[in-house]
């Protein structure tokens, strides 16, 4: 299983999205391709992103979770990128233990 929290498609994307007058395309090129990394997992996928994370837009998640094949999940929470973890910890803990259950056996 893969579980993906509050990541970026691609770095040279946030970094246009940051900076739009640097040519951050060329400078990065295709480095930390997350987008084409998820592509080719085959394994559950969760993608964990806060619709309020300053550092990497909401849209890059639904963007992975887009990119992912079956199966797979979308927890959106809420907090910053660093604190989303804590912040909505009534919707993180129950979502991750869901996507855990489902996905790995039982004793």
């Not at 660093?82 to 996905?103: A, D, Q, R």
Request: proline fraction near 10%; aromatic fraction near 10%.
């Amino acid at each position: 299983m893969l579980i993906v929290d509050s990541s970026f498609t691609r770095i040279a994307a946030v970094g246009q999205e940051l900076f739009p007058w640097a040519p951050a395309g060329l400078i990065l090129g295709n480095a930390y391709n997350t987008e084409g990394y998820i592509r080719t997992v085959k394994c559950p996928v969760l993608i964990i992103h806060s619709r309020d994370d300053e550092m990497i837009p909401f849209h890059h998640g639904q963007d992975l979770y887009e990119a992912a094949p079956q199966p797979k999940e979308f927890l959106p929470i809420s907090g910053s990128h660093n604190g989303g973890s804590i912040s909505p910890f009534p919707l993180y803990e129950p979502g991750l233990k869901s996507f855990i259950s489902k996905h790995v056996p039982s004793k």
